[in-house]
């Protein structure tokens, strides 16, 4: 299976997906030295992003959390890619320093990805794609 979306941050890489309904704030809402979910009352608090693509509607918060995003990647924490509904300047400029490929605007939503699944999202075509 192979959805449509657009481009964000350029690469191609893959991992098991993790769907998240919540908007997350990395700034506070990640622990940059573990890639674990700390924010409080978050539906994912206690999972770590680290190695999966990550899937959730959009970012919130800070615009520092783009710099928590490239130390997540320097501490090779980070999630080896992401999907927004919709990119907001905060999490697209953290994909992009931190060489994290993404993806927004799918033709399908999020609660139709296949969580647990291995992915690839390719940022150049603006794709994910999974067995079906």
């Not at 899937?55 to 959390?65: L, M, N, Q």
Request: proline share 6%; net charge negative; no cysteine.
């Amino acid at each position: 299976m192979i959805v449509k979306g657009r481009g964000i941050a350029k690469g191609s890489a893959s991992g098991k997906m993790l769907v998240s309904d919540a908007p997350l704030s990395f700034l506070s809402g990640v622990d940059p030295e573990s890639g674990v979910i700390i924010e409080k009352g978050h539906p994912l608090e206690g999972r770590s992003i680290a190695g999966t693509v990550f899937a959730f509607p959009y970012g919130k918060g800070s615009t520092v959390g783009s710099y928590v995003m490239y130390a997540l990647s320097r501490n090779e924490k980070a999630p080896a890619a992401i999907i927004n509904i919709e990119a907001e300047p905060i999490i697209a400029t953290g994909a992009i320093i931190s060489g994290i490929p993404m993806v927004d605007h799918l033709e399908v939503g999020l609660s139709d990805l296949p969580e647990g699944a291995e992915v690839t999202v390719d940022g150049d075509e603006g794709t994910v794609a999974w067995e079906a």
